[in-house]
T-cell receptor, first 115, second 113 residues
Framework: IAGITQAPTSQILAAGRRMTLRCTQD?????MYWYRQDLGLGLRLIHY???????GKGEVPDGYSVSRANTDDFPLTLASAVPSQTSVYFC??????????????FGPGTRLTVL | AQKITQTQPGMFVQEKEAVTLDCTYD???????LFWYKQPSSGEMIFLIY??????QNATEGRYSLNFQKARKSANLVISASQLGDSAMYFC??????????FGKGTTLSVSS
């Protein structure tokens, strides 16, 4: 593995179903993030984790949950999917060593469609 | 909410010409970073350039430079000698409250021959 991987690449999901999007990084970065990208809205932060064992809410957290049991993995769960959660989901990570420089490295994205 | 504003939904430029993509931001922080990312049609997010708020020189990376005007809170991306492969969506972003980034809505750049 090099960088960040996300799974699945794409998924069509029935409304009301539970879904977990997976994200794994091998760069030993402290911080990880989940964004959703919608046309005309750019990328919006869903949840983040500054270090293993801690998580925080971003701009659009409702309907989503995350966990950070270890440094490498940061899964995003939709407990009961709704059509408005149709989006492209990006996982990212950064080495939060302090200071304002925190280049984020992005995964390839997961395209989710909720019907 | 502190935001990033990209006022140009779409820009068109011919090959070999220079183009400037605008970005303004809100912040009350003294120390912050500004980033530009490129997203080609394939969908991946590619980091282009970074400017720190205390950096006195404008950042440059190859054909990319950042025109940073701190007092005006603007961080425009300049691409010199455009190439067909520069056609993509471009996002301006700023870090906030730790490590998270907030993004603008993006500018679509189309380069023609």
């Amino acid at each position: 593995i090099a960088g960040i991987t996300q799974a699945p690449t794409s998924q069509i999901l029935a409304a009301g179903r539970r879904m977990t999007l997976r994200c794994t990084q091998d760069m030993r970065h402290n911080a990880m993030y989940w964004y959703r990208q919608d046309l005309g809205l750019g990328l919006r932060l869903i949840h983040y984790s500054n270090t293993a064992g801690t998580t925080g809410k971003g701009e659009v957290p409702d309907g989503y949950s995350v966990s950070r049991a270890n440094t490498d993995d940061f899964p995003l769960t939709l407990a009961s999917a709704v059509p408005s959660q149709t989006s492209v989901y990006f996982c990212a990570s950064s080495d939060s060593g302090g200071g304002p420089y925190n280049e984020q490295f992005f995964g390839p994205g997961t395209r989710l469609t909720v019907l | 909410a502190q935001k990033i504003t990209q006022t140009q939904p779409g820009m068109f430029v011919q090959e070999k010409e220079a183009v400037t993509l605008d970005c303004t931001y809100d912040t009350s922080d003294q120390s912050y970073g500004l980033f530009w990312y490129k997203q080609p049609s394939s969908g991946e997010m590619i980091f282009l350039i970074y400017q720190g708020s205390y950096d006195e020189q404008n950042a440059t990376e190859g054909r990319y430079s950042l025109n940073f005007q701190k007092a005006r809170k603007s961080a425009n991306l300049v691409i010199s000698a455009s190439q067909l492969g520069d056609s993509a969506m471009y996002f301006c972003a700023r870090n906030q409250a730790g490590t998270a980034l907030i993004f603008g809505k993006g500018t679509t750049l189309s380069v023609s021959s």
